[in-house]
């Protein structure tokens, strides 16, 4: 098994790389890809701690918790995919500084 600071380390730059892209990016879809990207950096960190706290085995409810967290992140990213495409459908674009210009 690898050293704790390596789960600690990889969690750490899948979160700055969402953030970035969170940022960076005014693409909807490629927010939503940098939102998921922080979550599933959440998801290692939290497995990652339960490891640590009872050694030799990963505890089951911390198991349980993660899958519950991708599970719920899946739906919200599914959702906000079908809004961008009515969007997309509506509007012609998904660039989030045209879509705030089109205040009523």
Do not use: H
Request: aromatic content about 12%.
């Amino acid at each position: 098994m690898l050293p704790f600071n390596y789960y600690i380390g990889l969690a750490v730059s899948l979160y700055v790389v969402g953030l970035y892209i969170l940022i960076s990016k005014r693409n909807m879809i490629r927010m939503i890809m940098g939102i998921e990207i922080m979550l599933f950096a959440s998801n290692i960190l939290f497995m990652a701690i339960s490891s640590m706290l009872k050694t030799g085995f990963i505890d089951p409810y911390a198991q349980s918790v993660v899958i519950i967290s991708i599970v719920v992140g899946a739906a919200i990213a599914a959702l906000a995919i079908a809004l961008i495409v009515y969007a997309y459908k509506l509007f012609g674009t998904t660039d989030v500084r045209k879509l705030s210009e089109l205040k009523g």
